[in-house]
Structures are given as structure tokens and as C-alpha cells.
């Protein structure tokens, strides 16, 4: 297949190249000349604007930061819709709120395009893999369409649904939980250490204890290690838990925790650390009690 990729961020980028590792001709979008010549080197081609695409497209993936960015590169002034051939698939795999999938699909649809709602889970290790899970919903033809997309890039692909929205659904129920599990596990280490544990110690012992969550096992080696490269950033969860609560708002649904959780991200992005791995998240608390966080942080 002959597909376009715009955002080679972290997730963007390893669905990529696995997809140039499948044989497929890929051309990936984005503003960074690094990003560009990395895709290049994989075996790709690159292009900085969404207008400048081949206009040959079976489909494209679309992983930016949020609905607006979506927007703009679809339909914006330089989006690339009008370059795309009727009967092209558009993935959307940005975390969005689900109404702006159906809006979305609306829009595709009314171009000549299919369009799956098909937000993904795995972060980095999944992207550079190839084994996402992707939340996906939209018409069969559009899922027939993808396939070969969703089968380079996901181990599991689940059909939640013939409609926008659904996918986004699931995938927004999947955020409130990562973002909450993501500051606890930072409260946890954080009263730990202030208590006087050996931070190594206590993660090695939650990790074989009841307590233990995927993101305590994945984002706690963060900390230990002073390592606050994002492989997903504060500031990916001060968005998405926004998406949650506001969803929430619309339904009049009480969602304490996320509410609690947002706030933490907030407070981590207020300190400067919006564009740092989500799991420093555990410097508000490092500012709140002046804890001395592992590695020298």
C-alpha cells in the first residue's frame, strides 16, 4: 500500500517504520527535519506539510497531539483531504474527545473517504514493535480498507463498533485509569521515600506485591533512573484527563479520582515540567515536601 504517516512523534514514528519493514511505501509527515531524516534512513520518504503528500494515498495515519492539530492537517490550509483519491482510509489514532471523532467522521465521509476512529495503547515499546493495541470503530469497509495498516502496526486491533466515537470512547475509559495509575504510583514513591525507603527496594518489593500496576512496573524505572526523556509527557495526561472530565461534565458523572489526577499534572506542568516523562509527575510532591528524588534529581 502506498500510505502517508503525519506525526513522527514517538507512537508515529514506530508505526512508521514498521510499516516500511512490511513493504509498504510510506511517506511520513512532519515539521522536524529530524524526525524527516530519521524516517528517511528507516527506508521512507518524508515531506514537512500535509499538502505536499503523494496524492496517490491508500490511506493515512494520523498521530498528532490532539483534535486540532487533526483538523488542521486534514482540512486546514495546508491539509491534505483534497489531494486524497475517494475511497482513501484515514486512521485517526490522536486521543480525541469521542465527539470529535463523530464530527470527524462526518466531514471524511461527506469528502469520499472512510475514516476508522482508531486510537492505540502501547506506548513507545508497542510502537517500536509493532504490537499496539488499537481501540478501533467505523464502517467494515473502512476496517477492510486498514487492515494492512493495523496489521503492521498492532498485535491487536479490536472492532469495537461500525461508527466514530466508540473508539475514542474506550480509549478515554483507558486514559482516566493510566493517568490515575501514573500519580499514584508517584504519591506511593513519593510518601515511601519520605517515610525513609530505599526507592529501589520498594519498587522491587510493589512489583511482587499486590499493589503493583502495569504503570508502577513501567514508569517508576523512570524515576529511579533520573531519566525524565518522555516517552509520554506530562503534558499528554494534562490533556487527556481534560477530555475525561469534560466528557464527564456532559454526562453529569462524578469523576473525583481523574479530577484529583489532572490536577497533579497540572501542578507538574505549572513547575515546568509539561514536556518531561509523565512519571514526573512525583516532582509536585518532590516541591510540596522537599524530598530528594533517586539518580541526583
Not at 500535509?50 to 490550509?77: K, R, S, Y
Not at 465527539?99 to 469528502?111: C, F
Not at 473517504?113 to 508497542?126: C, E, K, Q
Not at 530505599?198 to 511482587?208: A, S
Request: charged share 15%; net charge negative.
Amino acid at each position: 500500500m502506498n500510505i502517508g504517516v503525519i506525526g513522527l512523534g514517538t507512537m508515529g514514528m514506530g508505526a512508521a517504520v514498521n510499516l516500511v519493514r512490511k513493504g509498504h511505501r510510506v511517506t511520513g509527515c512532519d515539521l522536524r527535519p529530524a524526525a524527516q531524516e530519521a524516517l528517511v534512513a528507516a527506508g521512507g520518504a518524508a515531506v514537512e506539510r500535509p499538502d505536499a503528500l503523494p496524492d496517490d494515498l491508500d490511506a493515512v495515519l494520523i498521530l498528532v497531539v490532539n483534535a486540532a492539530q487533526e483538523q488542521d492537517v486534514l482540512f486546514g490550509p495546508q491539509g491534505c483531504v483534497s489531494r486524497l483519491p475517494r475511497g482513501a482510509v484515514v486512521i485517526c489514532s490522536t486521543t480525541v474527545a469521542p465527539e470529535a471523532a463523530r464530527g470527524l467522521e462526518q466531514r471524511l465521509t461527506e469528502a469520499g473517504l472512510l475514516m476508522l476512529d482508531a486510537p492505540v495503547s502501547g506506548g513507545r515499546a508497542g510502537a517500536e514493535g509493532g504490537t499496539m493495541t488499537v481501540m478501533g470503530s467505523g464502517a467494515p469497509a473502512a476496517f477492510d480498507r486498514a487492515a494492512p495498516v493495523l496489521e503492521a502496526i498492532a498485535s491487536k486491533v479490536w472492532r469495537l463498533g461500525d461508527a466514530a466515537g466508540i473508539g475514542s470512547t474506550v480509549k478515554m475509559v483507558n486514559q482516566l485509569l493510566a493517568g490515575v495509575h501514573i500519580a499514584v504510583a508517584g504519591e506511593a514513591l513519593a510518601l515511601g521515600i519520605r517515610a525513609g525507603a530505599d526507592p529501589q527496594v520498594l519498587y522491587d518489593v510493589i512489583c511482587t506485591s499486590a499493589g503493583s500496576s502495569w504503570m508502577w512496573q513501567n514508569r517508576v524505572p523512570h524515576i529511579l533512573a533520573g531519566d525524565d526523556t518522555p516517552a509520554s509527557a506530562v503534558n499528554i495526561f494534562v490533556k487527556d484527563l481534560g477530555i475525561v472530565l469534560d466528557q464527564a461534565r456532559a454526562l453529569s458523572f462524578p469523576a473525583p479520582i481523574a479530577a484529583t489526577a489532572h490536577q497533579l499534572f497540572l501542578g507538574a506542568a505549572a513547575l515546568g515540567n509539561g514536556a518531561k516523562d509523565d512519571a514526573f509527575v512525583i516532582r509536585v510532591w518532590e516541591a510540596l515536601t522537599g524530598i530528594k528524588l533517586p539518580a541526583g534529581d
